[in-house]
């Protein structure tokens, strides 16, 4: 893993590291890519994945709306907002 | 009268025969609580509404249920109505949720009384809880030793008595493994036999709720509460809850107990060796027949996990952008700074570690490689494991290789180190089975843990054979000493 | 240098269920913001997705009527990236496995049909609305729309014009109106489209690289934008450079294309199956009830028109066309016996009146049981249609019942003979000089006497009786 692809999934998932634990952080990143990578040495030809413990298939909700306006206690629990909309800095498209 | 390590059972007698009223109980339960606030068990206590509801109860007289008026400790990461949640992370440090996750709703519905929020590792993430944005839990059978994780904070509350039960959560062992380290009971369902609903998502395929307690007895009593399905977690499984309290002293003479052939003990330490053939004895003594058996992917546990948890992790995890909810950053130059400050802030470093690891592994030209191929062996570790329950009832390991540690001993510099303290409970989560730790003694002088592993839905199964055995036994009655925490 | 355009659209349609594709909130439009928002929608910790069946159940529907294939087992996925209005850090989607796979929509092009193949539709929920403009340094974030199901629907890239996109949108919109699968107001979002455009020497096999603009919501635009596009690229492509392969936004106000400025340097979506969610299976019977519950299409009503109504091939094509002007003529029917009529009323004065204010049917003043009333006033001769068209004026602008208004301006159609003939005769009367012209053989005057008599009864005299009388008169 070079330092060009922890950059690139640093971003991907929005997060940057410390200048003083970057090296350290990519040693251990390549630890666990070593740990899991050693799954390559198993034959998985024709196995399909197991996504989920339950072998089961969805429920599917019915279409009637159960009405659970929460306006005022979302908008509270946001760092920033208005009586009406969260808000960010704003975007250029 | 102190009701400090009373059990649930014990604590419904006092309350029956009006030695001790709820609100005398939970007060007494709190105290305990602020007493050894040096443990660090708890991130949020709930005083206020604790006492009012234990007067309703008071008042009411409605002593119908088990639970009620049973003070119980949540894992922060169940979301309460109006109760900060924090899943011991800086970036959920001022979260309130506006509603209860369906298994504190249960709990508190049969009468429970929450008395607080425990400590953990940060979102989940972490077997010695010294991951938590608010410090770690100490072991209270060692002052500056490890609880296990994540539900340390779940599991050291029960062990020094200041609930009976507690609730945790298990991805790969987090209700286990502390509960060994803490010489108590705990208790990992089948996937799906509890809601997920309001419960903070770690890993979704893996992650499911459970009670950690003083004894078999007592998780019976929290599970039979907990369980059921939840048409709010399409995951949930809709079959039949049987009451587990009613099996529970069965005999299980001619019941087989599979040991696991990959799983070489002999590299452990000799101690560990010892409490586990003791047990076996034990078992023996009760009737039960050991076979060994063979699951040949088994080994491939703790890669697999580590491939398919920090994945799911990865995602379920970027709703933590501060814009809704949770820690924002000031000072920011643009929404996407905003998400890198906000984030980079609020995530402590083994957060940010799986999040990266897991965008990796899905990351395009790597996903077939890291993330299906693990979903590929997790499918051949399910496969092993139907197998052998076609010819066994349960399956025993030791629930970690070791004792506790001391603080910062291991995977410091190394972090898979820690993740092999995983070894013999992650392969349950991947295929979903439930899996119980009971106290078994201990390892210069810490407690160590015996696990069982059941088949699908067999809970009432593994709650038999853990309460035949501490019938028989003392372990589970054994307690640390306090007095460093005063 | 002879140039070809190779267009692919990926339609956006808005499903019209009640409630969101994994929660039970509201989908209405128009609400006050935030508030058809529920703990899923804001994508609160510990929250998680169930299916909507109703929005399956319109996917396939739409899926069926395209000839494709239905996956009975569906799964979702998540798509994985940050933006200010997509509560989770991820859209649920539909990427290995979606429900409708393949089919094709015939389009109208000059006078022809041509075939466009259909690649697959998908399941997916809409993101929330982000507001850039209307406070100072911030953006201001609504969540109502996030969660509405969508199906997007991806086409072959098969389309060589912009006209033709149009056609395709045309035939798309009628298509899932008819289907009752969206309302498809494009106004308001329900229906819109991105557009890959490329550009290829003719005759080339390969494809020329390619620019998506996205999120055009009309007919218009769709047809601008692209005209736009492909005479950018061709002019990029003349000067011998290349085009970028980007995501473009159009202007409307400017009239142009032109990069969208939040340029990602690494757009990498991390496509996996949703972990909440288990694979969605669609039985056997689920899939007969929706076949029989299949509504009626165009084309089938266009000949049940012609068969149980009599209606001429012209006048029934035109009024299945529209969704909403067929299903006003058939809830009008019930109490008309002249069919044609109707029609003919529907595609002339009705359809002018619309086309003037530019609304759909429903949206107007107008209801079936009062053109009914109209049509069958016209037609027994309670009045003429001359006086019926400005009955429908009236109609149009305050929603009063024909009746209502014969009654009170008093325009029922004299029909008896003596009330013409008393008016035929003070015509007659009074204008010797005429009288005299016509019977000399100035046989025009005829219509003169018609348009007298008619003025003086306020164009209630019936005119055929008007006709027969003065025939008479004029003849003594
Ligand atoms: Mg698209
Ligand atoms: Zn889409």
């Known amino acids: 893993m070079d330092q060009e692809t922890v950059r690139t999934i640093c971003y991907l998932a929005r997060l940057e590291i410390d200048q003083n634990k970057s090296e350290k952080i990519q040693k251990d990143l390549e630890t666990i890519i070593e740990l899991i990578g050693s799954l390559q040495s198993i034959d998985t030809s024709d196995i399909e994945p197991l996504y989920n413990p339950l072998e089961m298939t969805a429920f599917k909700h019915e279409d009637l709306v159960i009405s659970d306006n929460k306006k005022n206690k979302f908008l509270k629990n946001a760092a920033e907002s208005n009586e009406d909309y969260f808000l960010v800095p704003r975007v250029v498209e | 009268?102190?009701?400090?390590?009373?059990?649930?059972?014990?604590?419904?007698?006092?309350?029956?025969?009006?030695?001790?009223?709820?609100?005398?109980?939970?007060?007494?339960?709190?105290?305990?609580?602020?007493?050894?606030?040096?443990?660090?068990?708890?991130?949020?206590?709930?005083?206020?509404?604790?006492?009012?509801?234990?007067?309703?109860?008071?008042?009411?007289?409605?002593?119908?249920?088990?639970?009620?008026?049973?003070?119980?400790?949540?894992?922060?990461?169940?979301?309460?109505?109006?109760?900060?949640?924090?899943?011991?992370?800086?970036?959920?440090?001022?979260?309130?949720?506006?509603?209860?996750?369906?298994?504190?709703?249960?709990?508190?519905?049969?009468?429970?009384?929450?008395?607080?929020?425990?400590?953990?590792?940060?979102?989940?993430?972490?077997?010695?809880?010294?991951?938590?944005?608010?410090?770690?839990?100490?072991?209270?059978?060692?002052?500056?030793?490890?609880?296990?994780?994540?539900?340390?904070?779940?599991?050291?509350?029960?062990?020094?008595?200041?609930?009976?039960?507690?609730?945790?959560?298990?991805?790969?062992?987090?209700?286990?493994?502390?509960?060994?380290?803490?010489?108590?009971?705990?208790?990992?369902?089948?996937?799906?036999?509890?809601?997920?609903?309001?419960?903070?998502?770690?890993?979704?395929?893996?992650?499911?709720?459970?009670?950690?307690?003083?004894?078999?007895?007592?998780?019976?009593?929290?599970?039979?509460?907990?369980?059921?399905?939840?048409?709010?977690?399409?995951?949930?499984?809709?079959?039949?809850?049987?009451?587990?309290?009613?099996?529970?002293?069965?005999?299980?003479?001619?019941?087989?107990?599979?040991?696991?052939?990959?799983?070489?003990?002999?590299?452990?330490?000799?101690?560990?060796?010892?409490?586990?053939?003791?047990?076996?004895?034990?078992?023996?003594?009760?009737?039960?027949?050991?076979?060994?058996?063979?699951?040949?992917?088994?080994?491939?546990?703790?890669?697999?996990?580590?491939?398919?948890?920090?994945?799911?992790?990865?995602?379920?995890?970027?709703?933590?952008?501060?814009?809704?909810?949770?820690h924002r950053a000031e000072n920011t130059d643009d929404l996407n700074d905003l998400y890198i400050k906000s984030r980079s802030e609020g995530f402590g470093d083994e957060v940010k570690r799986r999040i990266l690891i897991g965008t990796y592994a899905l990351s395009s030209g790597y996903y077939d490689a890291y993330y299906k191929k693990a979903q590929q062996v997790r499918r051949l570790i399910k496969n092993d494991f139907d197998q052998v329950f076609k010819s066994i009832d349960l399956l025993m390991t030791p629930t970690s290789p070791n004792s506790a540690f001391k603080f910062e001993s291991k995977g410091t510099q190394n972090p898979v180190e820690l993740y092999l303290e995983d070894l013999f409970t992650i392969s349950s989560n991947l295929a979903g089975l439930p899996a119980i730790s009971i106290p078994h003694g201990q390892v210069h002088s810490l407690p160590v843990g015996l696990q069982l592993i059941g088949n699908f839905l067999r809970e009432d199964l593994l709650l038999n054979a853990a309460h035949v055995f501490q019938q028989n036994s003392d372990f589970h009655n054994a307690k640390p000493n306090l007095e460093n925490f005063k | 240098m002879s140039w070809e355009t190779v267009i692919g659209l990926e339609t956006h349609v808005q499903l019209s269920t009640k409630t969101k594709l994994f929660s039970r909130a509201s989908t209405a439009f128009g609400a006050s913001p935030n508030t058809n928002v529920n703990l899923i929608d804001c994508g609160l910790p510990g929250v998680l997705p169930s299916v909507n069946k109703e929005a399956f159940y319109k996917a396939i529907r739409f899926g069926m009527a395209i000839g494709a294939h239905i996956n009975q087992t569906s799964i979702f996925d998540r798509k994985n990236y940050f933006y200010a209005d997509l509560p989770k850090g991820y859209q649920i989607t539909q990427m290995d496995l979606p429900i409708v796979l393949g089919g094709s929509i015939e389009i109208l092009t000059d006078d022809s049909t041509k075939t466009i193949n259909i690649t697959r539709a998908h399941l997916e929920e809409d993101a929330g609305k982000s507001i850039h403009d209307e406070f100072d340094g911030f953006s201001a974030i609504d969540l109502n729309r996030a969660g509405t199901p969508l199906l997007e629907i991806v086409s072959e890239p098969e389309i060589s014009s912009a006209k033709e996109a149009v056609a395709y949108m045309k035939a798309m919109h009628q298509l899932v109106t008819y289907l009752d699968v969206s309302d498809g107001n494009m106004a308001q979002g329900s229906l819109r489209c991105d557009a890959n455009v490329s550009i290829r020497k003719r005759g080339d096999s390969e494809l020329g690289i390619r620019t998506e603009i996205k999120n055009i919501n009309s007919f218009k635009f769709i047809e601008k934008a692209i005209n736009f596009e492909i005479k950018r690229q061709i002019k990029v492509l003349e000067s011998g450079k290349k085009v970028t392969q980007e995501t473009r936004l159009y202007d409307s106000a400017k009239d142009e294309t032109r990069p969208m400025r939040s340029k990602e340097f690494a757009n990498d979506y991390r496509y996996f199956p949703e972990p909440d969610l288990l694979p969605v299976v669609i039985s056997d019977d689920e899939m007969q009830k929706i076949k029989d519950e299949f509504p009626e299409l165009p084309?089938?009503?266009?000949?049940?028109?012609?068969?149980?109504?009599?209606?001429?091939?012209?006048?029934?094509?035109?009024?299945?066309?529209?969704?909403?002007?067929?299903?006003?003529?058939?809830?009008?029917?019930?109490?008309?016996?002249?069919?044609?009529?109707?029609?003919?009323?529907?595609?002339?004065?009705?359809?002018?009146?619309?086309?003037?204010?530019?609304?759909?049917?429903?949206?107007?003043?107008?209801?079936?049981?009062?053109?009914?009333?109209?049509?069958?006033?016209?037609?027994?001769?309670?009045?003429?249609?001359?006086?019926?068209?400005?009955?429908?004026?009236?109609?149009?602008?305050?929603?009063?019942?024909?009746?209502?208004?014969?009654?009170?301006?008093?325009?029922?159609?004299?029909?008896?003979?003596?009330?013409?003939?008393?008016?035929?005769?003070?015509?007659?009367?009074?204008?010797?000089?005429?009288?005299?012209?016509?019977?000399?053989?100035?046989?025009k005057l005829f219509g003169f006497f018609v348009g007298q008599v008619m003025k003086k009864t306020q164009g209630k005299a019936n005119p055929q009786t008007v006709n027969k009388i003065l025939k008479e008169k004029l003849k003594k």
């Open chain 2, 1 to 326: 009268m102190s009701i400090q390590f009373k059990s649930i059972t014990e604590l419904n007698e006092l309350l029956d025969n009006k030695a001790i009223s709820v609100s005398e109980l939970t007060q007494e339960s709190i105290q305990l609580a602020k007493k050894y606030d040096e443990l660090n068990c708890f991130v949020t206590l709930n005083e206020e509404n604790s006492s009012k509801k234990a007067s309703s109860i008071d008042r009411d007289k409605k002593n119908t249920s088990l639970l009620s008026g049973i003070p119980l400790a949540q894992k922060d990461l169940f979301c309460t109505k109006g109760l900060r949640t924090t899943c011991s992370s800086k970036i959920l440090s001022n979260f309130i949720p506006p509603y209860s996750a369906t298994v504190v709703e249960k709990l508190e519905d049969a009468g429970s009384i929450t008395i607080g929020k425990t400590n953990m590792d940060e979102f989940a993430m972490g077997s010695s809880n010294e991951t938590s944005f608010f410090g770690s839990v100490h072991n209270p059978w060692k002052k500056g030793f490890v609880p296990g994780g994540s539900s340390g904070g779940s599991a050291a509350a029960v062990a020094a008595g200041i609930v009976p039960a507690a609730t945790g959560t298990d991805t790969g062992g987090s209700i286990r493994q502390p509960a060994a380290h803490c010489g108590i009971t705990g208790l990992k369902p089948t996937y799906g036999r509890i809601s997920r609903w309001g419960m903070i998502a770690f890993a979704s395929s893996l992650d499911q709720a459970g009670p950690l307690a003083r004894s078999a007895e007592d998780c019976a009593i929290l599970l039979n509460s907990m369980s059921g399905y939840d048409s709010k977690d399409t995951t949930s499984l809709n079959s039949d809850v049987p009451n587990f309290l009613e099996n529970i002293n069965q005999s299980i003479k001619g019941k087989k107990i599979g040991i696991i052939k990959e799983f070489d003990l002999s590299g452990l330490d000799t101690e560990v060796q010892k409490r586990f053939d003791e047990s076996k004895k034990a078992y023996e003594n009760l009737g039960a027949e050991f076979i060994e058996v063979s699951l040949p992917n088994i080994s491939a546990s703790v890669p697999t996990y580590y491939s398919i948890a920090p994945a799911e992790c990865s995602s379920n995890l970027s709703r933590y952008d501060g814009v809704r909810f949770g």
């Open chain 3, 299 to 443: 084309t089938e009503k266009e000949i049940r028109y012609q068969k149980e109504y009599g209606l001429s091939s012209y006048d029934a094509q035109i009024i299945a066309s529209s969704k909403s002007m067929a299903d006003f003529f058939e809830s009008s029917l019930s109490g008309v016996k002249n069919y044609s009529l109707l029609a003919n009323w529907l595609i002339g004065e009705i359809s002018a009146y619309l086309n003037k204010e530019l609304i759909e049917i429903h949206e107007s003043k107008l209801n079936p049981e009062n053109i009914a009333m109209l049509i069958n006033r016209i037609d027994d001769q309670t009045i003429s249609g001359k006086i019926g068209k400005s009955i429908f004026e009236e109609m149009c602008i305050y929603g009063s019942s024909p009746d209502q208004i014969i009654e009170s301006k008093g325009l029922k159609q004299i029909t008896d003979d003596d009330s013409i003939e008393k008016v035929v005769d003070e015509v007659i009367r009074n204008n010797s000089e005429q009288v005299q012209g016509y019977k000399s053989g100035k046989e």
